[in-house]
């Protein structure tokens, strides 16, 4: 096996890359095989990329090489190559400038570089001076350029200056702005700065189209059918094919011009960006490269690349990312050599400082800049690379959707191709014998496969998810990626986000509890009485937030907009010419409605300096540290107007702010306190207030680090927030529940707070038991450690070192006798999440069997999360309201957007109205498109077998069925039956049964394989009987057995039938089988529990009735130019009544067995086995229910069906954990991972006394 080199290591798109050269004889081989083979070798190389490299290409070193062959390293393993090309360039290095380029720029002749790669040509300018110019390797693989990197000896992609550079660097080396040669050099690498998504030409998709592996079988069967002068049925496929080509087109053409219009909405624009030491350039986005600085315009602007700030303030509104229309503040990045507020060496990342920097898409709202110093920001990457970028890409670049029901529909292909092969050789070796002309043998024998492997197939499997889709419009769901719909269907796990999922997106104030003398208050509903209006409670809630105004209206945060709006507070922000003109005065002041009496002074206000009180009563604030999810709190530095000392106020999660306060002011019921507001569910905020020492001035506020100002605080108190349940969340999870289908909270809120919501909503039942998970990584020599803990008995928080209570001694003894009836949840938060993940592989699964509570989860975590499940075999779905859950929704089975924002264009389904109750109508469609698919699929297999049979049949006698009677079962039968049997809506109810997720399962395949029987058995006893009539005898022009009068006989016996198309024996089997294909399609055009009833399918219905009796109609009143018509022959009546009753019996045994055998007695005994296979309890059987399980158990042995263990993981591991007597974990007790020398994924349970 050849070895390979790996690209983007350890990344999502990281692909194995094999270096090939062409080979002059190789391609002289291809040639002649292609002209040998009619150009069908073009084809499969065109399908196949690795063949075609290997098969025109030798190995070569990857320095070398003319032709990469990449290979994808996830379960898809999908094959790409690309072509290398040469870029001449001055240096290999974009940011290392070459000293060529220096010594021809200092002697003035700096000839012009080229644009871009794709600019250079040989007669370039740069060409021609003295230069010396290096070759620089590339290749461009799904819009990202990969440069050959000769100290690593592989290719790479081109970073920007997002990685590996310190903060210290990008303020010190990259903040002077580039000059023109050097832009000009660097543009050779990144090229221009554009997301470009082209839409292809008609032509280039209809190439692209027609050249699909089915489009070219169906062009073969039009040639061969053409060639025996099936003129008619040939034209009719030509016209189905045209229409559905046309159609797709249509729909493909439609999707790039919407992704192009919403891509392309300004995405160039004209900015201005600094060269070194000139004045401000105007050029056009695209010509930005990193490293470039551009000055960001006050009125504010689309950001056209990824930027750092490195001066002044932004409001940005970032829903495109984010899918959040809130206003976010973006602060400069920390110079770690003039401001403590970041460490020397830290490294630049745009995820961890994002407070920092500028995304593409976004929308800079307004600019804030102090002593006229213009707002700059850096560029550190651009195109494709920008966040905005690599969302695209993943539009534009998809993975495939991997199903079982799409597998097993090529393995069942390939099956028919089987049975066709064995009719070709049947119809070659039968046609020998017969001394059949060779040219008649070669186009029966290939028209047998023709008619084996069905060209209506694509349409017909297609026909039931374009229903559905339709059907979901109407609901308000929109779809982007029809194919999930059918996946929909088999969800059995749904995560939701909490806020503006599960519960109203804003939250409402409760109420506050404020704490003095190191004792809680009685908790008040009003935070804007007139006594409380110059305490430093209320200052805390009037300047500690992140809101701003935008065009007059108050902006931000729904949670700082809703604390603000409280205390009823007025909020005036300098303007630009005010902050210009005054160095750094404050930009934002806040003052309450109604100025409190000038002689009051609080109590809280004592340490107050001496001086007059100004006439209005008015705190600016003077520095904003932004709110941040790694520290869970933000701060603000804010002055009284008229006072000398500045005051620092603190707000975020309870118990960070606890931490950051002196101890003596926390109140000693703080852990208790707190605990009970989450537990029932509310949203508590904690305030700290701390009076700064005058010594602290103007400037130095602004470059002081936040651990200066957030330490030795006084505690104030705590804001209750309710976030109140949808209404309809407990009725939607109820009906999931009753669906045996998961449901799992994934959420960035607390803990305890997430519990609660989880037991309000249904989602956790009330005897029902939680264990938290908290793990704790390596730490001073100590191994990782997960401590379990009983939610409902969690001893108090000893943050302040409270003695704790210990756990109910009832919990302890009896919460593993109880796990048996009683089911368990595990909750964990995010950093116990990340710890489990790397140091307890081992107990992933298990974990996330009966995880069902995620607290403070990043987006990433939520994408894990979402893997490690589909990792066990669930069908995972995730809902969320856009906000963080794009990667979450991208990677499950069916993700729901909940907002109709441009970030939903990540989500396979976007539902209009933002109520979880799309989620059981969306598995209700899937459900119903599913089984339609499975109905179309196996009435189709039905088709092709019966209608190969009846040909086989006719060939054995050198007959065959007539053009316009293929016609008449191809457009009259066929199409009509399959566009109709899939209009059946969804059932009005969400069962605990689910559909089969694959072809390949007991119940379908014993249904198709009854009913083929059925059908070959009853063709063959109307193909024998009918031989054995008395009457019967060779059919010739002159046979008469109707006894019809001479004249007419006479008048046809001119007639010349060079196919041998009328004989008794072809009319038997059209009318035999033209029921057939009725019967199959009422058998298997099924109901409840998953579709309505076929009878309220009143299309379906009244086409089938009609069929029925227009061909009765044929059969038993024959009229001679019908008869003419489909080249039948007359039979006596006695024969058609012969034939009705064959298909009666026919009809009378495909119900039974289908309808009685199949779904009352095999799908309730074997099939439906696994069903419940999720349940995790045992159960013990009744003597009645061991005989049923014993029967099911015989008759599993009997349909070659049995098997011992589940198939999906997850159920094999709830059957295992059932009898692990250490499963779940006792209270009270720590799981440790093993020494690190060892495997990490092995761990050992410890318990603690």
């Known amino acids: 096996m050849e070895t390979a080199e790996k690209i983007n290591k350890g990344a999502e798109d990281e692909m194995e890359i094999y270096g090939y050269n062409l080979c002059r004889w190789k391609l002289a081989l291809v040639a002649v095989g292609v002209l040998c083979t009619g150009g069908f070798l073009l084809l499969l190389l065109y399908w196949m990329p690795k063949w075609r490299v290997k098969a025109t290409c030798t190995r070569a070193p990857l320095k070398d090489c003319d032709v990469v062959l990449l290979r994808t390293t996830d379960e898809f393993r999908q094959w790409f190559c690309a072509k290398v090309r040469v870029l001449l360039s001055p240096g290999t290095d974009p940011f290392q400038r070459p000293g060529s380029l220096t010594s021809k720029v200092t002697n003035g002749h700096a000839g012009h570089l080229p644009e871009s790669p794709s600019e250079h040509s040989e007669d370039h300018p740069m060409n021609n001076t003295t230069i010396p110019l290096q070759e620089v390797h590339y290749f461009v693989h799904h819009s990202v350029t990969y440069y050959w990197n000769d100290l690593q000896q592989t290719f790479s992609f081109l970073r920007g200056l997002d990685e590996g550079i310190p903060c210290s660097e990008i303020h010190n080396e990259h903040s002077k702005g580039l000059n023109k040669e050097v832009h000009d050099y660097r543009k050779l690498f990144y090229g221009i700065n554009d997301i470009t998504v082209k839409v292809p030409s008609v032509m280039k998709l209809l190439v692209k189209e027609v050249l699909n592996p089915f489009y070219i079988f169906q062009l073969f069967s039009v040639i061969l059918w053409s060639t025996d002068e099936y003129y008619y049925y040939a034209s009719a496929i030509v016209l189905m094919s045209v229409i559905s080509i046309i159609s797709s087109l249509y729909t493909i053409k439609k999707q790039y011009i919407m992704l192009h219009d919403m891509v392309a909405a300004h995405s160039i624009v004209r900015v201005s960006v600094c060269r070194g030491s000139e004045e401000p350039e105007e050029i056009l986005s695209t010509d930005l490269v990193p490293g470039d600085i551009m000055v960001i315009p006050p009125n504010g602007t689309i950001m056209p690349c990824d930027a750092v700030l490195i001066s002044g303030t932004c409001i940005v509104n970032e829903s495109m990312l984010t899918g959040e229309s809130v206003p976010v503040t973006k602060t400069n990045l920390p110079d770690p050599s003039t401001d403590s507020r970041g460490p020397d060496n830290e490294i630049y990342s745009t995820e961890t400082h994002k407070r920092h920097t500028l995304f593409c898409g976004t929308n800079v709202i307004q600019t804030r800049f102090y002593a006229g110093e213009p707002v700059k920001a850096i560029i550190v990457r651009t195109g494709f690379s920008t966040s905005k970028g690599q969302l695209i890409r993943s539009i534009l670049y998809p993975k495939p959707t991997d199903f079982k029901l799409y597998r097993d529909a090529y393995l069942f292909l390939l099956c028919l191709v089987a049975v066709a092969g064995i009719g070709f050789l049947y119809t070659v070796v039968n046609s020998i014998l017969n001394k059949v002309p060779a040219g008649i043998i070669v186009i029966e024998s290939l028209d047998i496969i023709t008619i084996t492997v069905p060209p209506a197939l694509p349409a017909a499997m297609t026909a039931g998810i374009v229903y559905a889709q339709r059907r979901l419009r109407k609901l308000g769901i929109f779809c982007i990626s029809p194919q999930r719909i059918n996946i929909c269907g088999q969800l059995n796990l749904i995560c939701f986000d909490k806020t503006g999922t599960l519960t109203e997106d804003g939250l409402d104030l409760w109420g506050i509890q404020r704490a003095e003398n190191s004792q809680f208050l009685l908790p008040e509903d009003k935070a804007c009485s007139e006594a409380l209006v110059k305490s430093q409670f209320v200052a805390c809630m009037a300047t500690c937030h992140s809101l701003t105004k935008i065009d007059g209206v108050l902006s931000g945060d729904p949670l700082d907009l809703k604390m603000f709006e409280a205390i009823g507070w007025i909020l005036d922000e300098a303007t630009e010419e005010e902050t210009a003109l005054h160095n750094r005065i404050m930009p934002t002041v806040v003052q309450p409605p109604k100025q409190p009496p000038t002689g009051h002074k609080p109590a809280d206000s004592q340490e107050m300096e001496l001086f007059e009180i100004p006439t209005t009563y008015e705190i600016g604030i003077v520095r904003q540290f932004p709110f941040s999810s790694a520290l869970q709190r933000m701060a603000v530095v804010a002055r009284v107007l ?127 038991k939680v264990i938290v998970a908290e793990a704790l990584p390596p730490k001073d020599g100590q191994t990782a450690k997960i401590t379990w803990l009983y939610a409902d008995s969690m001893p108090r928080s000893n943050l302040n070192a409270i003695n704790s209570e210990g756990i109910p001694v009832k919990v302890v003894n009896d919460s593993l006798e109880d796990n048996q009836m009683i089911d368990y949840h595990f909750a964990m938060n995010g950093k116990s999440f990340a710890v489990i993940l790397e140091h307890f592989q081992d107990l992933v699964p298990k974990l996330v069997l009966h995880g069902t509570v995620f607290a403070r989860m990043a987006p990433d975590q939520k994408t894990q999360l979402v893997e490690e499940l589909q990792n066990v075999d669930y069908y995972v779905g995730m809902c969320g309201d856009g906000a963080n859950d794009c990667g979450a929704l991208k990677r499950a089975h069916g993700g729901i957007s909940l907002s109709e924002l441009e970030a939903s264009v990540a989500s396979p389904f976007t539902s209009r109205t933002p109520s979880i109750s799309c989620v059981p109508n969306l598995i209700r469609e899937g459900r119903a498109a599913l089984i339609t698919s499975f109905c179309v699929f196996k009435f189709m297999a039905l088709y092709s077998i019966i209608q190969y049979f009846t040909v086989t049949l006719l060939y054995s006698i050198l007959s065959n069925l007539g053009d316009f009677q293929f016609l008449f079962i191809d457009l009259a039968i066929i199409l009509i039956v399959v566009f109709t049997m899939s209009l059946n809506p969804a059932w009005k109810d969400l069962v605990a049964q689910r559909p089969p997720s694959g072809l390949i399962s007991g119940p379908l395949l014993f249904s198709v394989l009854s009913q083929i029987l059925i059908c070959v058995a009853f063709q063959t006893v ?105 080249e039948l022959v007359c039979v006596p009546y006695q024969w058609r009544i012969s034939m009705l009753i064959v298909i009666a019996a026919n009809t009378l045994v495909s119900v039974l067995v289908e309808n009685f055998v199949l779904d009352m007695i095999l799908w309730k005994l074997v099939f439906n086995r696994d069903k419940q296979g999720e349940s995790q309890h045992m159960v013990t059987h009744t003597p009645q229910e061991a005989n049923d399980h014993f029967a099911s158990r015989f008759l599993s042995w009997l349909c070659f069906c049995k098997k011992k263990t589940p198939k999906a993981k997850y159920m094999h591991l709830a059957q295992e954990l059932l009898v692990d007597p250490d499963w779940p974990p006792k209270p009270r007790t720590t799981t440790e991972a093993k020494a690190p020398v060892q495997d990490n994924g092995s761990y050992q349970i410890i318990t603690i006394t």
């Open 642 to 768: 008229g006072e000398k000392r500045m005051d620092a106020y603190v707000k975020g999660a309870p118990e960070v702010v606890a931490s950051l306060c002196k101890k003596d002011t926390v109140p000693s019921d703080f852990a208790s306190v707190l605990e009970e507001y989450t537990k029932q569910g509310y949203r508590v905020i904690a305030l700290a207030h701390r009076r700064l020492e005058s010594k602290i001035a103007w400037h130095k506020v602004q470059n002081i680090s936040r651990d200066a100002i957030e330490n030795n605080m006084t505690f104030l108190g705590l804001i209750i927030m309710q976030n109140k349940l949808k209404q309809e969340t407990p009725a939607v999870l109820e009906d999931l529940r009753k669906a045996n289908i998961r449901m799992v909270m994934v959420t960035g809120d607390n803990m305890l707070t997430a519990i609660s919501v989880a037991r309000d909503c249904g989602m956790i039942l009330p005897q029902d």
């Open 1022 to 1126: 109307a193909f024998m009987w009918v031989k054995v009539q008395p009457w019967y005898e060779v059919w010739t022009p002159s046979t008469n057995v109707c006894n019809i009068s001479s004249d007419i006989h006479i008048g046809n016996t001119t007639e010349h039938d060079e196919h041998n198309i009328k004989n008794f024996e072809n009319t038997t089997l059209f009318f035999v089988s033209s029921f057939q294909y009725l019967i199959v399609a009422v058998v298997f055009s099924k109901g409840k529990p998953f579709r309505q009833p076929s009878y309220k399918n009143y299309l379906f219905v009244t086409s089938v009735l009609a069929l029925y009796a227009l061909i009765l109609f044929f059969m038993l009143y024959p009229i001679d130019s019908i008869n003419d018509f489909f």
